[in-house]
């Protein structure tokens, strides 16, 4: 499979790290954490488990605070701003947690609803059902509308996930791990949903995965976090063209197997 190439990425950055780090108690996790993320950029996040990738992602969005370093999204930065202007900044990044559920009490239009009653209360009834519908057409799955989530298959219950994510049409989108669980086509799919997001909805994305074939498939750039630290960061080959004993394995585990 090609890497994805770059469409009409731009020199202007929405997310800038510099000098990073975050530790819990005597555990140093994030030690010096360098990242960029352009506009219109898909940026895929490696690590190994318990490298750090889910704490950045909440450092991003103002739910840890970094202990050192530079953290500036859509520019401002995250640790100075008053909770009011942090509020506004998480309406501008949408960010799907890890095992984020589904309200199981809901059906998938309540669901969808949520976000959007909750941050923007001017709107008409009639908004609110054009905004719904057009997450789910983009998603694929209009015909779910009053379904209950129970009755959804794994890989419909993440694109609904990606939708009420989208439903507040933020600039810049933040996946942790949006095919964890499902089987290959359902993450091909998956993977189609997420470039397809890009081209429609122009967001920048960190899109953080285990899996390569997603991370290629999606990335227009991938960075591999190595002992609290993006080392390589670069196109697949660049960062993959490597003897590197910490890199090697996550490629075989991935295609020689
Ligand atoms: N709030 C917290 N308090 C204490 N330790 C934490 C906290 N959040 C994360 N950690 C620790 O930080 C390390 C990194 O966690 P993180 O969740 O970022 O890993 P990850 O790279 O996302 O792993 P996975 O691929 O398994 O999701 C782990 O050792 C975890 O136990
Ligand atoms: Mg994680």
Do not use: W
Request: hydrophobic share 35%.
């Amino acid at each position: 499979m090609e890497q994805k190439k770059t469409t009409d990425i731009g020199q202007e950055k929405v997310i800038e790290v510099k000098g990073l780090y975050k530790s819990f108690g005597n555990y140093d996790v994030l030690k010096g954490v360098d990242l960029d993320l352009h506009r219109r950029e898909n940026l895929v996040v490696l690590g190994k488990s318990g490298t750090g990738k889910s704490v950045l992602i909440k450092i991003l969005v103002g739910l840890l605070s970094p202990d050192e370093g530079e953290v500036k999204v859509l520019g401002q930065h995250v640790d100075q701003i008053s909770y009011k202007q942090l509020l506004d900044l998480r309406l501008k990044v949408g960010f799907s947690f890890q095992n984020s559920a589904l309200y199981d009490s809901m059906t998938v239009r309540q669901n969808l609803e949520f976000p959007l009653v909750r941050n923007q209360r001017k709107l008409t009834k009639g908004e609110v059902n054009q905004a719904v519908e057009r997450v789910l057409d983009a998603v694929g799955l209009l015909q779910t509308i009053n379904q209950m989530p129970s009755e959804l298959s794994g890989g419909q219950r993440k694109r609904v996930g990606i939708a009420r994510t989208l439903i507040l049409q933020p600039e810049v989108m933040l996946y942790d791990e949006p095919t964890a669980g499902l089987d290959p086509i359902t993450c091909l799919e998956i993977n189609s949903l997420i470039n397809e997001v890009q081209e429609r909805f122009h967001t920048s994305s960190i899109v953080i995965t285990h899996d390569l074939t997603c991370a290629k498939a999606v990335g227009n750039r991938v960075a591999m976090l190595l002992d609290g630290k993006f080392e390589r960061q670069g196109t697949f080959e660049e960062v993959f063209n490597t003897s590197d004993e910490r890199v090697k394995p996550f490629y075989d585990y991935n295609f020689i197997q």
